[in-house]
């Protein structure tokens, strides 16, 4: 018992995780904001309700009233009017941050994220892999691009106040940047099975010289594009019917990525990471307009990271190499002029060709 009582000063006790990353003091403060709010506003009637009842309280001696009372606006409109404007500046302050969380910079360094029971794959654009450990730059930020092989699992750093699902058949995308250089804790924050509470990791943040020296280090030989493009030409074999002389076969994807798309049925989809990683796995489900379902389903035969290679492939054949969420600039590409006039969509290039998220 003495024991434990010496060793108690020495014990770390945070209110909150370290904050590393460029918005985690604003979630602070916003987070402080509410508990300040609350604990006011809790106080207050905690106060209130024990002097009512101890000042009113039932006395034999004291008459009651004869009347009841009737109301008072002035009290009824304070008490709707402080409220009203105390959850407005919440709602219109919490927006802003997650507005601000969920566009993912243009200039950031984008890793892949592959979520599996029970552990995290992840690969930077050079092709370095890692498993369980994500190296970042300081002051840099970081887009993770991730999906899951099995379960929903969730990619959870505190201390960079960061947390998104990882799902299984979605990309989802997050982004950070991390202000301070150190070891950071990785944590799986959806109950995926047995070993979930094992599904852990580190962020390590290095400075600039130290993560490009890390990130040569590996035994990497081929870059994420390359192997997309190795992909493409060879196990996928796409270019057999995507090229820019492959006719009737199959779509030329020559400046596809960000475009709007015209299907068969009609509907107009943007060509994002999740179109085009449907289209490669049940190709049948989206049928481009003027061309017929022949591609087989890569369902099965491709791996989550060979489909994200494939992807990063085919982005840099051209198209808006537009950041996710920025409004791509490219025109909508016009349906086949061969097709008859009356199954034409509506005027498609006064159709902005927005990357949808
Ligand atoms: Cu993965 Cu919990």
Redesign the pocket.
């Known amino acids: 018992m003495s024991k434990l009582f010496t060793a108690l000063p020495s014990l770390q006790f945070r209110l909150m995780p370290e904050d590393a990353s460029s918005i985690s003091g604003r979630v602070d403060a916003l987070y402080y904001f509410l508990v300040a709010v609350s604990t006011f506003f809790a106080g207050l009637i905690f106060v209130l309700v024990l002097y009512f009842a101890l000042r009113y309280r039932h006395r034999p001696e004291v008459q009651q009233p004869a009347t009841s009372h009737t109301g008072n606006l002035k009290l009824e409109i304070t008490w709707i009017v402080i409220p009203f404007v105390l959850v407005m500046i919440m709602f219109g302050w919490g927006a802003k941050l997650f507005v601000e969380m969920r566009t993912m910079p243009p200039d950031a360094l984008e890793v892949f994220v592959v979520?599996k029971?029970?552990m995290w794959k992840l690969q930077h654009p050079n092709g370095r892999r890692e498993i369980n450990e994500l190296h970042v730059p300081v002051g840099r930020p970081v887009m993770l691009r991730m999906i899951s092989e099995d379960?929903i699992?969730?990619f959870y750093v505190p201390a960079f106040r960061m947390k998104q699902d990882v799902l299984p058949g979605y990309y989802t995308t997050a982004w950070f940047e991390a202000q301070k250089t150190g070891r950071y804790h990785l944590f799986?924050?959806?109950?995926?099975?047995t070993e979930?509470s094992s599904?852990i990791g580190q962020v390590i943040v290095m400075e600039q010289e130290d993560y490009q020296r890390w990130l040569a280090g590996g035994d990497t030989e081929r870059s994420v594009i390359e192997l997309g493009q190795e992909l493409f030409t060879g196990k996928g074999s796409c270019r057999t019917c995507h090229s820019p002389d492959s006719g009737p076969r199959g779509p030329d994807l020559t400046g596809l990525y960000g475009t709007t798309v015209h299907l068969q049925d009609g509907r107009k989809v943007t060509a994002d990471e999740n179109y085009l990683r449907e289209s490669i796995l049940r190709p049948g489900n989206k049928i481009v307009f003027g061309y017929e379902s022949l591609m087989p389903p890569y369902e099965g035969q491709l791996s989550e990271e060979e489909v994200l290679q494939l992807i990063a492939y085919i982005k840099t054949l051209g198209g808006t190499e537009a950041a996710p969420g920025s409004p791509a600039t490219r025109p909508a590409r016009e349906p086949p002029t061969t097709a008859p006039a009356a199954m034409q969509p509506t005027s498609p290039s006064t159709q902005p060709a927005g990357a949808r998220r």
Request: proline residues 0%.
């Open positions: 979520g029971q029970w379960v699992h969730s799986c924050a959806e109950y995926c099975g979930h599904m």
